[in-house]
């Protein structure tokens, strides 16, 4: 979708550093980090949110959840622990409607969340 931001950094139109790559999913850091750890991973194929997937979309769910646990081993935060987070829908926080896991780590979080 040309309009999508996380199609556009996909496509390479928006810079964004890029953590990891390959022919269906990318990961880079948050813009705008809540955590010392915030890290995107996101299908390059625009999915609105997990409402958008239906079973045929069962093997790219398991590789971005791959790629969240290599991210995490790769910036240091297994031992101390670390979220992983699908906002889903406005009253959710979700504010970017193009499916995205949140990698989050680096300081203690609250549960349940805000
Ligand atoms: P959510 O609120 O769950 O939809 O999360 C969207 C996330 O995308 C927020 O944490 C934003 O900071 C982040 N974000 C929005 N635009 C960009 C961008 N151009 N580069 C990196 N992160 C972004």
Redesign the pocket.
Known sequence: MAEC??CQ?VEGA?P?KKLYEDDHVIA?????P?ARV?V?VIPKRHLVSLDDTQDSDSVLLGKLMVVCAKIARERGIVDGGYRV?A?TGREA?????HL?L?VLGGRPFAWPPG
């Open positions: 931001i996380f950094i928006i964004a880079f850091d948050d813009m705008n809540q915030h995107l987070v906002n926080g979700q504010s970017v409607f995205h949140h």
